[in-house]
């Protein structure tokens, strides 16, 4: 599990140093000096989110103390970056900072996570998150008029404490989607404080950024909390069935190329290093823009964005159309009659290489039952493999993926037709 490197975005806020900015070799020079750039220029921001998510109970005022540590820590070490100090990972550096608070660790009760060191520390903050944030005081609101006079007095204070705040409500959250909500609430502000109903403005931009939010913060728990209980090889097959169905002409070895990336990102990502998880899914980006003609014909327009709107871009763009070459069935995994022989040279990168052609073919599925059709498929070449005759046992397979599909349709409609009856009240209960 790469040392708990969780694949998402992390942010981390410094630097040039080697240790500090992590480059890979695979890593093009170009996109690491802008995302190098971009991190420069946005430390404060990474850092409210970071300590935001970890301690979510602290004040604004509280968090103001660690950014302004952070900057002055970042910018000795951009000065002298030969300094022992300045070697640190970064996570660590700002674990470290957050512990040296006068007063805090005991006040919000994580004492017991600054007494651990690297990893053991690391993992203690992630479980420390809570994902009820009932405790919180209800989200600050202000009337239009003194909202838009709040920022035009102090455009950073106001996007700081929105930005603390939306952070501290969704620990979860990958740091570059909270990146891009602060980023697009700014345009809002901007827009509807040139309006004169500036009420009905805000009602009707910001309402599509939180739903943005949400949505985005819902599959990222949710496929976290699957790497976390499952490990790598469930979100491994998670994101083949993700990535075959959004881009279905890619080839199966640039797909393999390319998870290797995502996976890296998850790794920081989900453990909540909000500097690693902002460059490693830089790096995803940038491996996806720089192979559009063999990735897909829908990003062209993303691509030319900055960050972090591209990436956001990338993820939202529309599903490319199924190539007119490809067939709607994969001979080769239920026809061939080496299927067997096949499967027991490499069963990681056959299976995969079966979720990816189907996943391809079926853009129309979802992918949980995507993964159960794999699944179907795994158990019956177990089965078949020990007969007599295996090829006349898998030639069946596309009738076993039929029924699995039309069954997990079934149950979809019982479940429509029973919120229909009973209403979601009633759904809860039966």
Same mark, same amino acid.
């Given at each position: %599990? ?6 998402? +975005? ?35 921001? &990474? ?9 979510? @109970? ?11 540590? =952070?900057?002055? *820590? ?17 996570? #660590? ?11 805090? !660790? ?20 992630? $479980? ?15 009337? /239009? ?7 035009? #007095? #102090? ?15 969704? !620990?979860?959250? +990958? ?10 609430? @700014? ?20 309402? !599509?950024?939180?739903? $943005?939010?949400?949505? %985005? ?20 097959? &998670? ?8 881009? !279905?002409? =890619? ?14 990102? $998850? ?10 998880? &902002? ?27 900055? %960050?972090?709107?591209? @990436?956001?871009? &990338? ?33 990681? #990168?056959?299976?995969?290489? +079966? ?7 079926? /853009? ?12 179907? $498929? ?11 005759? /295996?090829?006349?046992? *898998? ?33 809860? *209960?039966?």
């Amino acid at each position: %599990m790469k040392q708990l490197k969780f694949s998402g +975005f992390i942010f981390f806020l410094l630097f040039l140093t080697e240790s500090l900015s992590l480059l890979t070799e695979t890593q093009d020079v170009d996109s690491f000096g802008i995302t190098q750039k971009f991190i420069e220029e946005n430390t404060g921001s &990474i850092t409210i989110i970071a300590f935001a998510q970890y301690v979510q @109970e602290a004040t604004f005022d509280e968090m103001e103390i660690l950014v302004k540590d =952070i900057i002055e *820590y970042r910018d000795k070490c951009l000065a002298h970056k030969t300094l022992p100090e300045c070697a640190e990972i970064a996570i #660590n550096v700002l674990q470290g900072k957050i512990c040296s608070i006068e007063g805090l !660790p005991q006040k919000y009760n994580f004492s017991h996570c600054c007494s651990k060191m690297g990893l053991e520390r690391r993992l203690c903050f992630l $479980y420390n998150k809570k994902a009820d944030v009932g405790f919180l005081p209800p989200f600050p609101t202000l009337d /239009p008029e003194e909202k838009c006079q709040a920022y035009k #007095n #102090n455009r950073e204070s106001f996007l700081n404490r929105y930005t603390h705040e939306v952070a501290r409500r969704n !620990p979860f959250a +990958f740091g570059p989607t909270l990146l891009t909500v602060a980023a697009r609430f @700014e345009e809002v502000a901007k827009t509807c404080c040139e309006e004169q109903q500036k009420a009905n403005c805000f009602q009707a931009k910001a309402a !599509p950024i939180t739903q $943005y939010l949400k949505a %985005m913060s819902s599959y990222q728990k949710t496929v976290c909390g699957a790497f976390l209980k499952f490990g790598p090889k469930v979100l491994n097959s &998670i994101n083949i069935a993700v990535f075959s169905k959004k881009f !279905p002409k =890619i080839e199966f070895k640039e797909l393999t190329s390319l998870l290797e990336d995502v996976s890296s990102m $998850y790794d920081g990502c989900c453990e909540g290093d909000v500097l690693q998880c &902002i460059r490693y899914q830089s790096q995803v980006m940038s491996h996806i823009c720089s192979k559009q003609e063999s990735i897909s014909s829908k990003i062209k327009e993303c691509c030319e964005e900055k %960050m972090p709107e591209r @990436e956001a871009c &990338i993820i939202n763009s529309s599903k490319d159309g199924r190539p007119q070459d490809l067939s709607l069935r994969e001979a080769k995994f239920t026809d061939n009659e080496n299927v067997c022989q096949e499967r027991d040279t490499d069963p990681g #990168n056959f299976f995969a290489e +079966f979720l990816y052609e189907y996943s391809r073919r079926h /853009p129309e599925l979802s992918t949980p039952e995507l993964l159960r059709i794999a699944r179907v $498929y795994e158990d019956l070449l177990a089965d078949c493999c020990n007969k007599e005759n /295996p090829p006349d046992c *898998y030639h069946q397979a596309e009738d076993k993926f039929n029924e699995t599909t039309e069954r997990s349709l079934r149950m979809v409609q019982q479940e429509c037709e029973q919120l229909q009856n009973l209403g979601k009240d009633g759904l809860k *209960y039966q």
